[in-house]
């Protein structure tokens, strides 16, 4: 299994509260990720990160930052959280980018927002 | 219309049974295609992948590309309860990845 880890995995909170969500990864890739995943949806991209200090917006960016301050760690924030931010959150890491390379996933931090 | 689209089931078949599952994409440039596994509560995790059209094999599995059509499919010979989970198609794209919502997987003893 690939090296990531999740924090916290479980987590519940009020609105208008800040939320931030650690990924941790031993392996050294280059490129992290952060998903969310909601019934009917699938998997969508929030941001993502092609090195240290490096990262760029996914499909639904908005409400949420990261940073990326080493290679190992991908944060991701949500400023001032909503109940419809309520959801699972996955990060992914690859070592490469290129059609074949593929992402590899952690087991996710489940989000509740009341 | 979505980028990629799959039935999202859920799908029970018997243990012993052929599965098939399918997806569509709508994006002619895509050119390589991968199926994840996902278990409850747990992160996706890559079973196979195939760059051109025709069928790919691996042990009980079978990943099959028809680009003319834009269609994948996925065929599972002699399903186990094991390979009860969630499938998702996933096409690389650019710097990222476009997923299919997944189908639900039920396979009965």
């Known amino acids: 299994d690939a090296g990531i880890t999740q924090s916290p995995r479980h987590k519940v909170t009020e609105t208008g509260t800040p939320v931030t969500l650690r990924c941790h990864q031993t392996?050294?890739?280059?490129?992290m990720y952060w998903y969310r995943q909601d019934p009917g949806h699938g998997l969508r991209l929030i941001h993502y990160?092609?090195?240290?200090?490096?990262?760029d917006k996914g499909e639904v960016s908005d409400g949420y930052s990261v940073s990326r301050s080493k290679t190992e760690d991908f944060l991701l924030t949500l400023e001032s959280a909503t109940s419809s931010q309520t959801s699972v959150y996955f990060c992914?890491?690859?070592?490469?980018?290129?059609?074949?390379?593929?992402?590899?996933f952690g087991d996710g931090t489940r989000l509740s927002i009341l | 219309q979505k980028e990629v689209e799959q039935d999202p089931g859920p799908l029970s078949v018997p243990e012993g049974a052929i599965v098939s599952l399918n997806c569509t994409y709508s994006n002619s440039a895509f050119q390589y295609f991968m199926w994840y596994r996902q278990y409850s509560r747990k992160g996706p995790e890559l079973l196979m992948y195939?760059?051109?059209?025709g069928n790919k094999e691996d042990g009980r599995f079978t990943a099959q590309v028809d680009k003319s059509s834009k269609y994948i499919s996925l065929f599972i010979r002699d399903s186990q309860p094991s390979d009860s989970a969630t499938y998702l198609c996933?096409?690389?794209?650019?710097?990222?990845?476009?997923f299919g919502p997944g189908t639900r997987l039920s396979v009965l003893p």
């Open positions: 990160s092609y090195g240290v200090k490096d990262t």
């Open positions: 996933a096409i690389p794209y650019g710097q990222n990845f476009v």
């Open positions: 992914a890491i690859s070592e490469s980018l290129g059609i074949n390379q593929p992402q590899h």
């Open positions: 195939t760059y051109s059209s």
């Open positions: 392996e050294n890739h280059r490129y």
